[in-house]
Antibody, heavy 124, light 107 residues
Framework: EVQLVESGGGLVQPGGSLRLSCAAS????????MDWVRQAPGKGLEWVGR??????????EYAASVKGRFTVSRDDSTNFLYLQMNSLKTEDTAVYYC???????????????WGQGTMVTVSS | AIQMTQSPSSLSASVGDRVTITCRAS??????LGWYQQKPGKAPKVLIY???SLQSGVPSRFSGSGSGTDFILTISSLQPEDFATYYC?????????FGQGTKVEIK
C-alpha cells in the first residue's frame, strides 16, 4: 500500500528539540520531492520545507519562519523522511504533515499523498 | 512572499447549489495553483492542480479556472460530502503559500 506514516510528535518545552519521522511505503522517497506542511490548532495550512529528489541533489528549501532552526532530511536506506526541529517556539505548535509532491506539467506541483499528521506541542 | 487571499472565508450552501470560491495572488503566478479540500481531523486532499487540471479520482463536479492572479474553484452541484474547508496553494515560488481557507457549511 502506498502511504506515509508520521511519528515523533509530542510535548516539548520552548527552546527544545524534536525530530519527526515519516515512513514511506509503496514508493521510493528519493524519487520524489517531499514537503512538510503544518497546521496550528484551528488555523490554516502552512508550508514548512522541502527536500528535492536525489536527481536534483537533495537540495532543500524552508519557510522563513523555520529557516535555520528546522532541517529536512531523508534516509534512503530505510525510506524515511525526517524533520529535525531545534530552538522550538510556542508558535511551532501544530500538526505536522509529510507530503509527497508530484511534479505535474511544466512547472506545477500537486500534493498527491499526505500522512495522517503528528501533533507537536511546544509549551512550558 | 506571495500572499494568497481567498474569498469568502466561509459560506453556507444547500445540497445541489453551485458554489464558487476565489483565490487572488498578490503577484502573477502563471497557473501554478492547486486547490485542496480538508475535512475535520483529516489530512487535506488535492482536487485541482495547475489551476484547472482535475486530480485523478476527483468527481467532475469540481473544476478550476484562472491564470495570473485570479483563480476560481467551482463545485457545480454541492453534495453532502463536499462540506469541508478548501484551500488554494501557490507553487510558483518559495515560500509556497496557502490561502487562509474557505469553510463550506450546510445551509
Amino acid at each position: 500500500e502506498v502511504q506515509l506514516v508520521e511519528s515523533g510528535g509530542g510535548l516539548v518545552q520552548p527552546g527544545g528539540s524534536l525530530r519527526l519521522s515519516c515512513a514511506a511505503s509503496g514508493f521510493t522517497l528519493s524519487d520524489n520531492y517531499m514537503d512538510w506542511v503544518r497546521q496550528a490548532p484551528g488555523k490554516g495550512l502552512e508550508w514548512v520545507g522541502r527536500i528535492r529528489k536525489k536527481a536534483n541533489s537533495d537540495t532543500t528549501e524552508y519557510a522563513a519562519s523555520v529557516k535555520g532552526r528546522f532541517t529536512v532530511s531523508r534516509d534512503d536506506s530505510t525510506n524515511f523522511l525526517y524533520l529535525q526541529m531545534n530552538s522550538l517556539k510556542t508558535e511551532d505548535t501544530a500538526v505536522y504533515y509529510c507530503v509527497r509532491t508530484q511534479l505535474v506539467g511544466a512547472t506545477s506541483i500537486a500534493y498527491d499523498l499526505w500522512g495522517q499528521g503528528t501533533m507537536v506541542t511546544v509549551s512550558s | 512572499a506571495i500572499q494568497m487571499t481567498q474569498s469568502p472565508s466561509s459560506l453556507s450552501a444547500s445540497v445541489g447549489d453551485r458554489v464558487t470560491i476565489t483565490c487572488r495572488a498578490s503577484q502573477g503566478i502563471r497557473n501554478d495553483l492547486g486547490w485542496y479540500q480538508q475535512k475535520p481531523g483529516k489530512a487535506p486532499k488535492v482536487l485541482i492542480y495547475a489551476a484547472s487540471s482535475l486530480q485523478s479520482g476527483v468527481p467532475s463536479r469540481f473544476s478550476g479556472s484562472g491564470s495570473g492572479t485570479d483563480f476560481i474553484l467551482t463545485i457545480s452541484s454541492l453534495q453532502p460530502e463536499d462540506f469541508a474547508t478548501y484551500y488554494c496553494l501557490q507553487d510558483y515560488n518559495y515560500p509556497l503559500t496557502f490561502g487562509q481557507g474557505t469553510k463550506v457549511e450546510i445551509k
